[in-house]
């Protein structure tokens, strides 16, 4: 029988093994001391996947992009003190986004906190307002039978409720020193532990939500953030044969169907009163993460539906100010039941009238490229232009999405973004992460800022072999010239926008990509070029400052002449 080196520590023994049992495979660790014992066990057992990131901010990113695509929860593991507190943006996206992540914080006893000692803070409840289960665990020398008993079910409690509740929890490990001694043991054989809570996988409609939808003649379906495969074409068929419903997707609801709204700011940026009056449902239904689209928020805000539901099996936010129904289901369960085979449909013109709508508005779309200068906007039409037919892609925060929005994708192509709290922190890590489990071309498209501020993402030993990267740098927070407020005022450039000169090639250099730049004359080229390249690539494309808002910002009033 082979044998493996583990932490002579039993607190440590007994967190791999239920880890082990629990199916806790992935296991992103950051360099520390007092770390050590579960560094030491996790990493010379043969089961678990384990990843070093020495950047805790970049380290949790990276999980949460494992997480994102795995749907199972990812291990973080880090030393005490301020180590842990750099995992909180991260902690909070998947909050947010309802991704599945278990912190397995190392700590000193606690007769250690608060008496001046190295590396410690306060680690008890410093996540609380952003994680679905907190298990701070009890340590002494002689580790007693009840402690044993105790710590495991906090354990198994919060590994249970990430994966069961997707979305992130945090146990808490004190250890005592020495830290670093260990046995050898038998490797054991796995036997997977019950889980708790496991998640209902069915549904049927009652009669009052069937009649509200049965005799309701417009109806807005709006998707937001949703991973690809969640509802199937024949169930879209279904729904979309009803005349009165209108299907508003984003580019990260991965949903394609002929009959869609893919680029909802097209059709509702430059609507009159009456037209927005017109347009008002009477029955609203959401599912999926946050919505992008400003202006959709804004028109659902003041022509308020009847009726809003939105399915979700965990949570609801009233983002509308009228949500009458959490229907605590699956997207897909609920519309199946829904829209059973022998389900009537309403007489109306509400669908017809406004995909009419619709594709007058992509005609002026249409028209407006091919008559704007270079610029953010044109560079996004040829990078959509020439996307794979089939890829994996992950977009920054900011302009990035924003741009993205306004075109339609090939239906091969998977959308992802850090929905969940929008930051431009931890894009580059994420799509790491998740590159290296989807077997799709990764592609990564992202603003300077964004970029910069995650240098470290690519201080990775486990970047595929053929990740790409599209920097677009407009030299600054480019959507800033785009919101509200004096561009020409002193603290504009420096506060706000943040103008620098900084490029991407120094960076790719040290970290081993092939490096492209281009700043308009071939720009279409590069672009070609790059996606029919092999090996890991950065291009970067460098676009016209101060022209970039101007152009879009015209985009939605040129469209609808």
Request: hydrophobic residues 40%.
């Amino acid at each position: 029988m082979s044998k493996k080196i583990i932490s002579s520590i039993p607190l440590a023994q007994q967190i791999i093994t239920i880890s082990k049992h629990k199916n806790l495979k992935h296991i992103v660790i950051s360099p520390g001391s007092r770390n050590a014992p579960l560094t030491i066990s996790f990493s010379n057992d043969p089961y678990f996947k384990c990843y070093s990131i020495v950047d805790e901010r970049c380290a949790a990113f990276f999980a949460l992009g494992i997480a994102q695509q795995t749907n199972e929860p990812v291990a973080l593991v880090c030393t005490s003190g301020s180590a842990l507190l750099n995992y909180y943006p991260a902690i909070a996206e998947a909050f947010y986004s309802d991704i599945p992540l278990v912190i397995l914080s190392a700590d000193r006893p606690k007769e250690h906190i608060d008496i001046g000692d190295g590396q410690t803070i306060r680690q008890e409840g410093v996540f609380k307002n952003h994680i679905l289960c907190e298990a701070n665990l009890t340590n002494d020398i002689g580790y007693s039978d009840n402690l044993l008993h105790t710590n495991f079910s906090k354990i198994a409690k919060a590994i249970d409720i990430a994966k069961n509740e997707q979305g992130p929890t945090h146990i808490n490990i004190p250890f005592y020193e020495p830290l670093y001694n260990t046995i050898e043991v038998a490797v054991e054989d796995v036997v997977a532990l019950k889980s708790t809570n496991d998640v209902n996988e069915t549904y049927t409609c009652n009669e009052e939500i069937q009649f509200e939808w049965n005799t309701t003649s417009k109806k807005l379906v709006l998707v937001g953030v949703l991973p690809p495969n969640r509802i199937n074409d024949v169930v879209l068929d279904r729904l979309l044969k009803d005349p009165g419903v209108l299907l508003f997707t984003e580019t990260t609801s991965n949903l394609h169907h002929a009959k869609a709204i893919p680029s909802i700011d097209q059709l509702i940026a430059k609507l009159t009163a009456k037209e927005f009056k017109q347009l008002q449902p009477e029955l609203l239904l959401t599912f999926g993460g946050f919505v992008v689209s400003k202006k959709i928020k804004a028109f659902l805000r003041e022509y308020t539906p009847k009726t809003h539901w939105h399915v979700n099996t965990k949570k609801a936010y009233d983002t509308y100010g009228c949500l009458t129904s959490h229907i605590k289901t699956t997207p897909q369960l609920f519309l199946d039941s829904l829209l059973g085979n022998d389900h009537p449909i309403s007489v109306s013109n509400y669908q017809n009238f406004w995909l009419t709508q619709y594709q007058q508005g992509v005609k002026g779309h249409d028209a407006y490229l091919k008559s704007i200068p270079y610029s953010d906007l044109l560079v996004f039409d040829q990078l959509i232009k020439k996307l794979p037919k089939q890829a994996h892609l992950q977009l920054s925060n900011s302009s990035t999405i924003r741009y993205t929005q306004l075109f339609k994708l090939p239906k091969g192509v998977e959308v992802f973004c850090n929905r969940g709290t929008s930051g431009i922190d931890g894009s580059t890590s994420t799509a790491i992460g998740a590159a290296i489990m989807n077997n799709k071309s990764p592609i990564l498209i992202t603003g300077d800022l964004s970029f910069f501020y995650d240098s470290n993402a690519l201080w990775n030993n486990y970047i595929p072999a053929d990740f790409k990267i599209i920097v677009i740098n407009n030299d600054g927070g480019g959507i800033f010239r785009i919101l509200p407020g004096d561009k020409e005022a002193s603290y504009f450039s420096t506060f706000l926008e943040t103008t620098h000169q900084l490029k991407a090639d120094k960076l790719a250099a040290m970290y081993g990509f092939t490096y492209s730049f281009t700043n308009g004359e071939d720009f279409a080229v590069k672009i070609d070029t790059f996606f029919k390249g092999n090996g890991r690539q950065i291009l970067e494309i460098h676009t016209p400052r101060l022209i970039n808002d101007t152009v879009l910002l015209k985009y939605f009033s040129k469209i609808r002449e």
